[in-house]
């Protein structure tokens, strides 16, 4: 059974900084890509970046420059560390993990993640 676990959510003034984190357990292969997606009260879930197992990186535009998403290959983790964080951040965070293919494509439960202005 393959769980896909996110942690680092929380309550953060505008212009702060968090660092969220996901675990993927169960999966007896690494996966292919993992990424992150968050939605907010009222709105369609968006992504906002991916990493593949070599290392590219992709972001939504929205935050380019302030979001970075590393991953450790070793223990099937993957972080966002969110910086100069704005009150239209605050969303439900997901963490999917693609295990390629027949493999499945799995998400966590998400975390919250709140910027008061």
């Known amino acids: 059974q393959v769980q896909v676990v996110e942690s680092g959510g929380g309550l953060v003034q505008a212009g702060g900084s968090l660092r969220l984190a996901c675990a993927v357990s169960?999966?007896?292969?690494?996966?292919?890509?993992m990424g992150w997606s968050r939605q907010a009260p009222g709105k369609q879930r968006e992504l906002v970046a991916t990493?593949?197992?070599?290392?590219?990186?992709n972001y939504a535009d929205s935050v380019k420059g302030r979001f970075t998403i590393s991953r450790d290959n070793a223990k099937n983790t993957v972080f966002l560390q969110m910086n100069s964080l704005k009150p239209e951040d605050t969303a439900v965070y997901y963490c999917?993990?693609?295990?390629?293919?027949?493999?499945?494509?799995?998400w966590g439960k998400g975390t919250l993640v709140t910027v008061s202005s």
């Open positions: 990493i593949t197992i070599g290392g590219t990186t």
């Open positions: 999917n993990a693609d295990l390629g293919g027949i493999r499945g494509n799995y």
């Open positions: 169960g999966s007896i292969s690494r996966p292919i890509a």
